[in-house]
């Protein structure tokens, strides 16, 4: 217990800055809805105390934890959800191929902004004795070309398929919060084989502080401007994208939506498609307050645990059990969903979440498609992967998929290295390299 107050007192001093912090931008002509929302967000923590059975059944992960901590915590049932005074740019669908969620006032939000500041106090403060031995590094980039390794394995032999890869260029699309060293190992599996690669990740404190013809924009179109240009220097130049959860398919879906009205013949030269933890098709307020909690509060956030399995030596079977959030974020998950049940219902919002949206359900580009998921994804329902993958199925593309049941969140390499490369070779040989060898 003494450990797990350690990470729940700064956890807690977080989201009370954070409530403190956006308190002052209220404006008056919101002070109605925010008391019904103060009251709605009391009677939920209530009725979940007085009976916790019923609203298990009825609530989403986030309330699995005991509730008289919830009870002891005298700012949660206080709780008023912050409605910020921002103004809502519309979107120029001829010129602007951001993410969707980019495309919205949820990253200019200072309740977000906040909220992200706030919980950086939850990271303990390095030693005085080590800050001097720690070098410098330099300033994250947006996105790395990476080359291909001159000894790179090629399983093969063959030097049609070596030609192939060297032709070829894999986008990794990073997930929220994700730098470029989190790609790294990606990247550098993907130049052992003799593939080309570019990682791409939208740093945090630019997502939250997203302007339209910001710097997160302009990078996007750069990106996608870089693409176009090398695929048309010469003839036979392909691409894969790799994307992480769904801020990396939405990056995707972007990166579509230019090439088809910049030029409709790009989507022609995409030859896979690999979806790590994505994709939920449906703005889903829950499915985003869990994937901006587990940005905010990075390994403190249950989303970065998986499920943990037990044998019964009696009756020789297996029992799968799953961690339970800690009070604080159950609080925070709280204030997000409820912040994103009025923000993705905006208009404007709603409107451009349903263009991108309906481009990667119904427009994916004729080339095949593999989904890596997990069943203890704690942001991603694999019940939402499994019905997207049914879809596309019946929409006729090929696509490969695999559970890995009890890894996290954007973590089944790390857990689980043989398989996920395994799944990764076996997609490229039989599918990405056919097709290029064809054209």
């Given at each position: 217990?003494?450990?797990?107050?350690?990470?729940?007192?700064?956890?807690?001093?977080?989201?009370?800055?954070?409530?403190?912090?956006?308190?002052?931008?209220?404006s008056?002509?919101?002070?109605?809805?925010?008391?019904?929302?103060?009251?709605?967000?009391?009677?939920?923590?209530?009725?979940?105390?007085?009976?916790?059975?019923?609203?298990?059944?009825?609530?989403?992960?986030?309330?699995?934890?005991?509730?008289?901590?919830?009870?002891?915590?005298?700012?949660?049932?206080?709780?008023?959800?912050?409605?910020?005074?921002?103004?809502?740019?519309?979107?120029?669908?001829?010129?602007?191929?951001?993410?969707?969620?980019?495309?919205?006032?949820?990253?200019?939000?200072?309740?977000?902004?906040?909220?992200?500041?706030s919980?950086?106090?939850?990271?303990?403060?390095?030693?005085?004795?080590?800050?001097?031995?720690?070098?410098?590094?330099?300033?994250?980039?947006?996105?790395?070309?990476?080359?291909?390794?001159?000894?790179?394995?090629?399983?093969?032999?063959?030097?049609?398929?070596?030609?192939?890869?060297?032709?070829?260029?894999?986008?990794?699309?990073?997930?929220?919060?994700?730098?470029?060293?989190?790609?790294?190992?990606?990247?550098?599996?993907?130049?052992?084989?003799?593939?080309?690669?570019?990682?791409?990740?939208?740093?945090?404190?630019?997502?939250?502080?997203?302007?339209?013809?910001?710097?997160?924009?302009?990078?996007?179109?750069?990106l996608v401007?870089h693409?176009?240009?090398?695929?048309?220097?010469?003839?036979?130049?392909?691409?894969?994208?790799?994307t992480?959860?769904?801020?990396?398919?939405?990056?995707?879906?972007?990166?579509?939506?230019?090439?088809?009205?910049?030029?409709?013949?790009?989507?022609?030269?995409?030859?896979?498609?690999?979806?790590?933890?994505?994709?939920?098709?449906?703005?889903?307020?829950?499915?985003?307050?869990?994937?901006?909690?587990?940005?905010?509060?990075?390994?403190?956030?249950?989303?970065?645990?998986?499920?943990?399995?037990?044998?019964?030596?009696?009756?020789?079977?297996?029992?799968?059990?799953?961690?339970?959030?800690?009070?604080?974020?159950?609080?925070?998950?709280l204030?997000?969903?409820?912040?994103?049940?009025?923000?993705?219902?905006?208009?404007?919002?709603h409107?451009?979440?349903?263009?991108?949206?309906?481009?990667?359900?119904?427009?994916?580009?004729?080339?095949?498609?593999?989904?890596?998921?997990?069943?203890?994804?704690?942001?991603i329902?694999?019940?939402?992967?499994?019905?997207?993958?049914?879809?596309?199925?019946?929409?006729?593309?090929?696509?490969?998929?695999?559970?890995?049941?009890?890894?996290?969140?954007?973590?089944?390499?790390?857990?689980?290295?043989?398989?996920?490369?395994?799944?990764?070779?076996?997609?490229?040989?039989?599918?990405?390299?056919?097709?290029?060898?064809?054209?």
């Open positions: 217990m003494g450990s797990l107050s350690g990470i729940q007192r700064p956890l807690v001093a977080a989201v009370a800055v954070a409530m403190a912090s956006v308190s002052g931008d209220l008056e002509r919101f002070q109605s809805l925010m008391s019904s929302l103060s009251c709605s967000t009391s009677k939920q923590i209530d009725s979940y105390i007085s009976n916790p059975v019923k609203e298990e059944a009825n609530s989403s992960w986030v309330s699995h934890v005991p509730v008289s901590r919830l009870a002891n915590l005298s700012f949660v049932t206080g709780i008023r959800v912050p409605i910020p005074n921002i103004n809502f740019p519309i979107c120029n669908s001829t010129r602007i191929s951001v993410p969707t969620m980019l495309c919205s006032p949820i990253i200019s939000s200072p309740v977000l902004v906040n909220l992200y500041n919980a950086q106090l939850a990271k303990a403060s390095m030693p005085n004795a080590l800050v001097d031995s720690v070098p410098t590094l330099p300033t994250d980039v947006l996105y790395r070309w990476h080359l291909p390794e001159p000894n790179s394995i090629d399983v093969s032999g063959t030097p049609d398929c070596s030609l192939a890869k060297s032709r070829t260029v894999v986008v990794l699309l990073g997930w929220l919060g994700s730098k470029q060293k989190h790609l790294k190992r990606y990247a550098e599996w993907y130049t052992s084989r003799g593939f080309h690669v570019i990682t791409f990740t939208f740093p945090m404190s630019e997502v939250i502080s997203y302007q339209v013809g910001g710097k997160a924009e302009q990078n996007v179109e750069l401007n693409l176009a240009d090398w695929l048309e220097e010469e003839h036979g130049k392909n691409l894969v994208f790799h992480f959860s769904n801020t990396g398919w939405l990056t995707y879906g972007a990166i579509l939506e230019k090439f088809h009205r910049q030029d409709p013949s790009l989507v022609g030269r995409i030859r896979g498609c690999i979806v790590d933890s994505a994709p939920v098709a449906v703005a889903d307020p829950q499915v985003w307050a869990s994937g901006f909690s587990a940005a905010f509060l990075k390994k403190h956030s249950v989303a970065t645990k998986g499920s943990t399995s037990s044998n019964e030596s009696d009756i020789g079977s297996k029992e799968v059990g799953e961690p339970k959030p800690a009070v604080t974020e159950t609080a925070l998950l204030v997000l969903e409820k912040f994103f049940e009025l923000v993705l219902n905006l208009p404007t919002v409107r451009r979440l349903s263009d991108v949206l309906g481009l990667l359900s119904s427009r994916q580009p004729k080339c095949p498609q593999l989904y890596i998921y997990s069943s203890a994804d704690r942001v329902p694999a019940e939402s992967v499994e019905s997207f993958i049914e879809e596309q199925r019946r929409a006729g593309h090929e696509v490969w998929a695999c559970n890995f049941v009890s890894t996290p969140h954007v973590d089944h390499f790390r857990n689980d290295p043989k398989l996920y490369t395994t799944q990764l070779s076996q997609f490229l040989e039989d599918c990405v390299l056919t097709c290029s060898k064809r054209s």
